[in-house]
């Protein structure tokens, strides 16, 4: 009804999963990459877990488009399948005929079936979505196939999507040995009210939009309060919204349309109920570590594994944190969402002294104390030297003078620069990345973590985000990428609430 009016060739807000809308934004690229990498070359099962329409059955939907050719997918879309009935859908996805055969019998027929693939060099993986709400014989069944194998190689991988009651099922005691077979978990997480603005204008380009941003601020903010972060509530509010819109013939979005589309809607602007810390940081940290290892592999770059942390610091030098005379008061800019960064987005909420969430699902929250390195240079061997060693375990601190006083934002990028030059640590956790270099909103973030007496470690790395010139800010130079991952939990409060962190490999 409102296409024309909008210019559009077809709906943008579909709550239909149709992939050439996928959005790639909010950690779901990245995981989307991950899973691609986990099932083509890692062995085990795995498991992505969110709330109703945080994006499960879309990511699903790009995952049997994106897997390689070799690759073989058997989708089971009902999750209410007897034991005998998923056996069933399994050999017809096999392309098996087994009417009336006992089970037995069903069983020795998709193993030969999955050695015939084997040996044609074809990878079959069964895609599983609400997972939750399988019984637990069948989850059990599909353990027991999962455990097929010929010589040292699996015949079958299993990828299970659900709501986050499937963690709970699993925590059952009846269901442990299917759990510890889960080798990666990933959790779709709500988008952030920043990155929320973002995806709308994505799918209006998506439909062949050409004008101006049309959704208000404040439209944007009641978007994002009555949909709680959640695609499908985003994508019928900013429907309606739309149709608000073309009844009083006017381009713009505004908050009226959207409390419009609420009432019809019978939604309510709600406070968002963030998921467990401890789920979106194990989430966070797989996807961006799987994703690191995919890159290496999707680049056919020999891939060095990463030593196990052996809690020795290393020696890198750094620039000391001495705050400039002048304190800004604004804040970084907000984080843009771009599809190919190893980036967990954030969220939990941004007070004004933070740098603004990319995401409100796929991240990380996190802790880690300052590393001591010193904000001035202490003589070696002096009590103030001796006192600047102590590290916490693992961790890679900087501390060397600089001839001239540099503002705060010269001295992390200085770091930052020296720290990759000296090519001796694996791992950062990343806070956040931008693709605009505002200087002066940096320095008021470091203005504000000189205060927490954490500067010496924020490192500022340039980067380049879609042909823009932006920035990495990353925390911590460790020499394995687990060290970084076991002192995630220590970051001060104030990050752990702004910022969903990521571990960034070098």
């Given at each position: 009804?409102?296409?024309?009016?909008?210019?559009?060739?077809?709906?943008?807000?579909?709550?239909?999963?149709?992939?050439?809308?996928?959005?790639?934004?909010?950690?779901?690229?990245?995981?989307?990459?991950?899973?691609?990498?986990?099932?083509?070359?890692?062995?085990?099962?795995?498991?992505?877990?969110?709330?109703?329409?945080?994006?499960?059955?879309?990511?699903?939907?790009?995952?049997?488009?994106?897997?390689?050719?070799?690759?073989?997918?058997?989708?089971?879309?009902?999750?209410?399948?007897?034991?005998?009935?998923?056996?069933?859908?399994?050999?017809?996805?096999?392309?098996?005929?087994?009417?009336?055969?006992?089970?037995?019998?069903?069983?020795?027929?998709?193993?030969?079936?999955?050695?015939?693939?084997?040996?044609?060099?074809?990878?079959?993986?069964?895609?599983?979505?609400?997972?939750?709400?399988?019984?637990?014989?069948?989850?059990?069944?599909?353990?027991?196939?999962?455990?097929?194998?010929?010589?040292?190689?699996?015949?079958?991988?299993?990828?299970?999507?659900?709501?986050?009651?499937?963690?709970?099922?699993?925590?059952?005691?009846?269901?442990?040995?299917?759990?510890?077979?889960?080798?990666?978990?990933?959790?779709?997480?709500?988008?952030?009210?920043?990155?929320?603005?973002?995806?709308?204008?994505?799918?209006?380009?998506?439909?062949?939009?050409?004008?101006?941003?049309?959704?208000?601020?404040?439209?944007?903010?009641?978007?994002?309060?009555?949909?709680?972060?959640?695609?499908?509530?985003?994508?019928?509010?900013?429907?309606?919204?739309?149709?608000?819109?073309?009844?009083?013939d006017t381009h713009n979005i505004e908050a009226r349309h959207v409390q419009a589309a609420m009432r019809d809607?019978?939604?309510?602007?709600?406070?968002?109920?963030?998921?467990?810390?401890?789920?979106?940081?194990?989430?966070?940290?797989?996807?961006?570590?799987?994703?690191?290892?995919?890159?290496?592999?999707?680049?056919?770059?020999?891939?060095?594994?990463?030593?196990?942390?052996?809690?020795?610091?290393?020696?890198?030098?750094?620039?000391?944190?001495?705050?400039?005379?002048?304190?800004?008061?604004?804040?970084?800019?907000?984080?843009?969402?771009?599809?190919?960064?190893?980036?967990?987005?954030?969220?939990?909420?941004?007070?004004?002294?933070?740098?603004?969430?990319?995401?409100?699902?796929?991240?990380?929250?996190?802790?880690?104390?300052?590393?001591?390195?010193?904000?001035?240079?202490?003589?070696?061997?002096?009590?103030?030297?001796?006192?600047?060693?102590?590290?916490?375990?693992?961790?890679?601190?900087?501390?060397?003078?600089?001839?001239?006083?540099?503002s705060l934002f010269e001295q992390r990028i200085e770091a930052g620069k020296q720290l990759l030059e000296q090519?001796?640590?694996?791992?950062?956790?990343?806070?956040?990345?931008?693709?605009?270099?505002?200087?002066?909103?940096?320095?008021?973030?470091?203005?504000?973590?000189?205060?927490?007496?954490?500067?010496?470690?924020?490192?500022?790395?340039?980067?380049?985000?879609?042909?823009?010139?932006?920035?990495?800010?990353?925390?911590?130079?460790?020499?394995?990428?687990?060290?970084?991952?076991?002192?995630?939990?220590?970051?001060?409060?104030?990050?752990?609430?702004?910022?969903?962190?990521?571990?960034?490999?070098?």
């Open positions: 009804m409102y296409l024309e009016h909008f210019g559009l060739n077809e709906p943008p807000f579909r709550i239909t999963p149709v992939t050439e809308f996928f959005f790639s934004g909010a950690n779901r690229g990245e995981i989307l990459d991950a899973l691609i990498y986990s099932i083509s070359e890692v062995e085990g099962i795995v498991k992505v877990s969110g709330e109703v329409g945080s994006g499960k059955t879309m990511l699903c939907r790009m995952l049997l488009e994106k897997l390689p050719g070799h690759i073989e997918t058997i989708y089971l879309a009902n999750p209410s399948l007897s034991r005998e009935e998923m056996l069933y859908a399994i050999a017809d996805g096999l392309g098996l005929n087994i009417e009336g055969k006992r089970v037995g019998i069903i069983i020795q027929n998709i193993q030969n079936r999955l050695e015939e693939k084997a040996r044609e060099g074809k990878r079959i993986v069964v895609l599983v979505d609400e997972a939750h709400a399988m019984p637990p014989d069948t989850l059990e069944e599909l353990r027991l196939l999962y455990n097929l194998q010929v010589g040292n190689a699996k015949l079958l991988q299993l990828v299970l999507f659900g709501q986050p009651e499937l963690n709970a099922k699993l925590d059952q005691p009846n269901m442990r040995q299917l759990k510890d077979r889960i080798v990666h978990h990933f959790n779709m997480q709500p988008l952030s009210r920043s990155i929320i603005e973002s995806y709308l204008m994505f799918r209006m380009r998506a439909a062949n939009y050409h004008g101006p941003n049309i959704f208000s601020p404040n439209a944007v903010k009641l978007i994002a309060s009555a949909s709680n972060g959640l695609m499908r509530r985003v994508n019928i509010l900013a429907d309606k919204s739309l149709l608000a819109a073309f009844v009083e809607s019978e939604l309510k602007p709600a406070r968002r109920t963030l998921p467990d810390r401890k789920i979106l940081a194990g989430s966070a940290v797989a996807a961006l570590l799987v994703t690191g290892l995919a890159a290496w592999w999707l680049l056919d770059k020999p891939q060095t594994p990463l030593r196990q942390s052996q809690n020795i610091p290393l020696a890198l030098p750094s620039v000391p944190a001495s705050p400039m005379v002048e304190t800004p008061t604004d804040t970084p800019p907000p984080i843009a969402a771009q599809p190919g960064n190893t980036l967990a987005p954030a969220t939990g909420t941004t007070d004004q002294a933070t740098v603004a969430s990319n995401s409100g699902s796929p991240a990380v929250s996190s802790s880690i104390p300052p590393a001591a390195a010193a904000s001035t240079a202490p003589k070696p061997g002096s009590a103030a030297g001796n006192a600047a060693m102590n590290t916490t375990p693992g961790q890679t601190t900087i501390s060397t003078p600089v001839a001239r006083k540099l090519k001796q640590a694996v791992a950062s956790i990343q806070l956040f990345y931008s693709d605009q270099i505002n200087v002066r909103r940096i320095e008021s973030f470091l203005v504000r973590a000189d205060g927490l007496g954490v500067l010496s470690e924020i490192y500022l790395v340039p980067a380049r985000f879609d042909g823009k010139d932006g920035l990495r800010a990353l925390y911590g130079a460790y020499p394995t990428a687990d060290a970084a991952r076991n002192d995630i939990q220590n970051l001060p409060k104030r990050y752990q609430d702004a910022f969903a962190t990521s571990i960034y490999l070098f």
